[in-house]
């Protein structure tokens, strides 16, 4: 069908598949979304407010970047982080790379653990064997992370205390 009043090299095929455009749409909202690089340093930290989880995909060497920034809580950690696994197209062939330098809420056992069962969950039992770097400056995180690996051995993830070292590792394993 075409629209009435046009040549018809010009005109626009109209069918009854209206999800089909909204598709298309939504995936080139999430393209721009996450196309944006990351730049955040210490001398150039992004602003804490709003809490938030930005995300950041490196195509050209499979990274997904995420970014926590101010105070999160876990709910709203868990839940920001589910959104984004959802709108990224094949998620299972990106390692991953989670900076914790500008968050300043608790990034605890029980945060770690509900992720990687959600993870789990995602990839319904099938997970990737994907690399997860972490960068935190914390040592309590740092070992957190070595306690975590020692109890899911299924999982490949590494604490780092500089986003050069984390991109290193994840490096080696292309």
Known sequence: M???????????????????????????????????????????PPTPKPPRVECYLDRENHIRHMVYIGALHHDQLVREVLEIWQNINH??????????????GDVGWHTVKEIGRQWDLFFEGKAPPVRT????????FN???????????????????TKQKAMDWLAEAT
């Open 2 to 44: 075409t629209i009435s009043g046009k040549k018809p090299e010009n005109s626009t095929s109209l069918t009854n598949d209206t999800t089909a455009s909204v598709r298309s749409l939504k995936a080139k909202e999430i393209e721009l979304k996450y196309a944006t690089p990351l730049f955040y340093s210490s001398d150039d």
């Open 133 to 140: 770097a972490f960068i935190s400056r914390h040592i309590a």
């Open 91 to 104: 998620l299972d062939k990106y390692n991953n790379l989670i900076d914790l330098r500008f968050h300043k």
């Open 143 to 161: 070992l957190l992370i070595k306690a975590m690996q020692a109890l899911a051995p299924e999982h490949t993830f590494q604490a780092f205390k």
